[in-house]
């Protein structure tokens, strides 16, 4: 772009210009200083030089992206070295023999006895499933003597169907649909009352498989330490032989016009039978009551 100035308005005689002769010699405009004359072109200013040495930024550029990518081959063929060195070692290295399997003898031999050598069978007194096969009402443990009848005026014990022993909890429906799906056997019952108020009842519920039988009871003590109406409201305690069972004692109910109400229960399971034990009265139960007849029935089951 070419600059020009304007022409400048005719100064006054007192604001001229000096001759050069009056102005000092410092204060000369050297030539290339000097203001252009009116009408001159102002030349452009030269770009200063680079220092010697400084790259070009294009040049800079290619440098910066070839030194990445010689990084980035030699980090790829680095590590795919190391992966072949791994794989050859390893395949060098003899095989370790695994530990031998701590495995005990089998339970039956590899060949058949000789005639004459097989073991005994088990007797009627130490095979348990014969036991509950059988009659399952002569298992329940008989009527103390001094005691009134049992359940439905019999001395011994009866069966109940499903229905019957649904009735006594009190969610009868449920329970009812519950036991219907789990296939239910058969249930054996016997109760029996001493003194005024106090009664006994014991029920040895079978069903086709251990597993039916465990359950139940499970779904019975887990009820028992809830805080309802109906359950025990605590742990209870471990029946010893049992494996899984439990008796409790429940808080006494009281209320104006009754006498109180005091009960125990013991539930436990031994192969495919639940068995449930309750004893109420109207005076204290104790832990020692409960146990007794719980132990007592179980090892009628053992």
């Given at each position: 772009?070419?600059?020009h100035?304007?022409?400048?308005?005719?100064?006054a005689?007192?604001?001229?210009?000096?001759p050069?002769?009056a102005v000092?010699?410092?204060?000369?405009v050297?030539?290339?200083?000097?203001?252009?004359?009116?009408?001159?072109v102002?030349?452009?200013?030269?770009?200063?030089?680079?220092?010697?040495?400084?790259?070009?930024?294009?040049?800079?550029?290619?440098?910066?992206?070839?030194?990445?990518?010689?990084?980035?081959?030699?980090?790829?063929?680095?590590a795919?070295?190391?992966?072949?060195?791994?794989?050859?070692?390893q395949?060098?290295?003899?095989?370790?023999?695994?530990?031998?399997?701590?495995q005990?003898?089998?339970?039956?031999?590899?060949e058949?006895?000789?005639?004459?050598?097989?073991?005994?069978?088990?007797?009627?007194a130490?095979?348990?499933?014969?036991?509950?096969?059988?009659?399952?009402?002569?298992?329940?443990?008989?009527?103390?003597?001094?005691?009134?009848?049992g359940?439905?005026?019999?001395?011994?014990?009866?069966?109940?169907?499903?229905e019957?022993?649904?009735?006594?909890?009190?969610n009868?429906?449920?329970?009812?649909?519950?036991?219907?799906?789990?296939?239910?056997?058969?249930?054996?019952?016997?109760?029996?009352?001493q003194?005024a108020?106090?009664?006994?009842?014991?029920?040895?519920?079978?069903?086709?498989?251990?597993?039916?039988?465990?359950?139940?009871?499970?779904?019975?003590?887990d009820?028992?330490?809830m805080?309802?109406?109906?359950?025990?409201?605590?742990?209870?305690?471990?029946?010893?032989?049992?494996?899984?069972?439990?008796?409790y004692?429940?808080p006494v109910?009281?209320?104006?016009?009754?006498?109180?109400?005091?009960?125990?229960?013991?539930?436990?399971?031994?192969?495919?039978?639940?068995?449930?034990?309750?004893?109420?009265?109207?005076k204290?139960?104790?832990?020692?009551?409960?146990?007794?007849?719980?132990?007592?029935?179980?090892?009628?089951?053992?």
């Amino acid at each position: 772009m070419e600059l020009h100035r304007t022409q400048p308005e005719p100064m006054a005689a007192e604001n001229a210009v000096p001759p050069e002769s009056a102005v000092p010699a410092d204060s000369a405009v050297s030539p290339e200083n000097a203001a252009p004359a009116d009408g001159a072109v102002l030349p452009e200013p030269e770009p200063e030089p680079e220092p010697a040495g400084a790259p070009e930024p294009a040049r800079l550029a290619r440098l910066r992206g070839r030194t990445a990518l010689v990084l980035a081959v030699a980090a790829v063929i680095g590590a795919s070295a190391g992966t072949a060195v791994g794989f050859k070692v390893q395949a060098d290295r003899a095989p370790t023999p695994l530990p031998a399997l701590n495995q005990p003898g089998l339970g039956y031999p590899a060949e058949p006895l000789p005639k004459g050598r097989e073991p005994e069978p088990l007797s009627a007194a130490e095979d348990r499933q014969v036991k509950t096969d059988g009659d399952l009402r002569k298992l329940l443990l008989p009527r103390p003597k001094g005691a009134a009848k049992g359940a439905g005026g019999k001395p011994g014990g009866i069966w109940l169907n499903v229905e019957e022993y649904a009735s006594h909890f009190q969610n009868a429906g449920g329970m009812f649909g519950d036991f219907v799906q789990r296939d239910i056997r058969r249930v054996a019952f016997v109760a029996w009352e001493q003194g005024a108020h106090k009664v006994t009842d014991i029920k040895l519920v079978q069903f086709h498989s251990g597993r039916d039988a465990m359950e139940h009871a499970t779904g019975q003590r887990d009820y028992m330490p809830m805080s309802f109406e109906y359950s025990a409201g605590n742990d209870g305690d471990l029946l010893k032989g049992s494996g899984n069972g439990r008796y409790y004692l429940y808080p006494v109910k009281e209320e104006a016009g009754y006498l109180p109400s005091y009960r125990a229960r013991a539930i436990f399971q031994r192969g495919d039978v639940m068995v449930d034990i309750d004893i109420t009265d109207t005076k204290r139960i104790s832990k020692n009551e409960i146990r007794s007849l719980a132990e007592r029935q179980l090892e009628r089951l053992s």
